[in-house]
C-alpha cells in the first residue's frame, strides 16, 4: 500500500533534515582563514592561500575582511564564535592584536605584535610568521650561527629580523638606520632574549664591508650605505621589498656573485609558515609563488 501525500511530504522532510544535518557537521564545513586589515584592499592573500588550498586538497576558504581599528576586537571574538581556523593581520592590526588575542607564541610575545592566528580548540593563539620565515630562508643558504650578519633600516621589521637573527646565534649583528634611537631600542629589546652581541653604525655612504660579513639584509632603504664593489661572494644577502624582486641591491649582488633572496622569496616563506600553522601540511612553494607573481603582475 502507498504512502499517503502527507506522510510522504513528511518522510521527505526528515530524510532532508538527516542528509542536511549529516553535510553541514563539523566534519563537513569548510575551515575559514581571514586576512584582516584596515584598508586591505590588493592584500594577496586570499588569492594566494585559496590556490594553495585547492593544490593540497584541503577544503577550505580565506576571506579578506576591511576592519577598522576600532572594531578589531569585536572581529577577533567573532572569529572565535564562528569558529575561524586562523587569519593573518595587515596594518595597522598587528600591535592591537597582540593584546586581544589568548596566547602568544614566544616570538610574538618579544616582540609585542602578531601577524598570524591560529585556533586552538576555544583560543586564537597568535603569532609572528615573519621572525620563522626569516630563519628558514636564510637557514637554507647558510648556517646563521657564528656568522656576522648586517642590517639596513628601520622600524619593527628590523627589530623582527633582528629578533630572528639572534634567535639563532650569529656571531654578531650590526644595526645600521638613519634613525640611532631606532636602532637602540631594538638592541635594548632583543638584549633581553638573546646574549649576541648588538652594534649599532652610523649611517655612512662609503662604508666598506668588512671581510667577516655573512648575511646582509636590506629592509627598504632606497640607497645602501657602502661601497658596493666590498660586496663578497661569500655573502648571502636578502631584501625585503617583494614588490621589486631584483633591486639595485639584489643586482648588485648577483654581479659580485652573492647568494641572493629576493623579498618575493620571503614573501612565499611567510605565507607558507601561515599554511602550516593552518593546516599541519607544507604547501606547494612553488605555486605560491607564481600566484603571488601573478596576483602582483611580477
Known amino acids: 500500500m502507498g504512502l499517503s501525500p502527507t506522510l510522504c511530504v513528511q518522510t521527505s522532510f526528515i530524510q532532508g533534515n538527516f542528509y542536511w544535518g549529516r553535510f553541514l557537521s563539523n566534519s563537513s564545513l569548510q575551515e575559514i582563514i581571514a586576512c584582516i586589515g ?6 594577496p592573500t586570499q588569492f594566494v592561500m585559496e590556490r594553495a588550498f585547492r593544490a593540497a586538497g584541503v577544503d577550505s576558504r580565506c ?26 593581520l595587515a596594518c595597522p592590526h598587528q600591535a592591537p592584536a597582540s593584546k586581544l588575542v589568548d596566547e602568544r607564541s614566544k616570538v610574538a610575545e618579544a616582540l609585542g605584535e602578531i601577524d598570524l592566528i591560529h585556533r586552538d580548540g576555544q583560543k586564537l593563539v597568535g603569532d609572528h610568521s615573519l621572525v620563522h620565515a626569516v630563519t628558514q630562508v636564510l637557514s637554507r643558504q647558510v648556517d ?77 632603504a632606497d ?9 663578497s661572494n661569500a655573502t648571502v644577502i636578502l631584501d625585503t621589498d617583494y614588490q621589486m624582486p631584483r633591486t639595485a641591491f639584489i643586482k648588485a649582488g648577483e ?12 614573501l612565499v616563506q611567510q605565507a607558507s609558515v601561515a599554511f602550516h600553522s593552518w593546516t599541519g601540511l607544507t604547501p606547494d612553494l612553488p605555486l605560491m609563488r607564481e600566484a603571488f607573481e601573478e596576483f602582483l603582475m611580477l
Not at 581599528?69 to 569585536?74: H, I, V, Y
Open 255 to 266: 654581479e659580485a656573485g652573492c647568494t641572493c633572496i629576493t623579498g618575493l622569496d620571503l
Open 144 to 220: 646563521i650561527g657564528g656568522k656576522h650578519a648586517i642590517l639596513f633600516g628601520d622600524g619593527h621589521l628590523v627589530t623582527a629580523i633582528t629578533l630572528a637573527l639572534c634567535l639563532a646565534a650569529p656571531e654578531k649583528v650590526t644595526l645600521f638606520a638613519k634613525d640611532d634611537a631606532a636602532s637602540e631600542s631594538t638592541r635594548e629589546l632583543i638584549s633581553q632574549y638573546s646574549a649576541t652581541k648588538i652594534e649599532i653604525q652610523p649611517w655612512l655612504d662609503s662604508w666598506t664591508i668588512p671581510s667577516s660579513a655573512g648575511i646582509l639584509i636590506a629592509t627598504g
Open 38 to 43: 584596515y584598508p586591505v584592499a590588493g592584500n
Open 63 to 88: 576571506l579578506t575582511l576591511d576592519v577598522p581599528p576600532e572594531d578589531l576586537a569585536n572581529a577577533l571574538r567573532g572569529m572565535l564564535a564562528m569558529g575561524f581556523c586562523g587569519a593573518t
Open 223 to 231: 640607497k645602501m650605505p657602502f661601497d658596493l664593489d666590498s660586496l
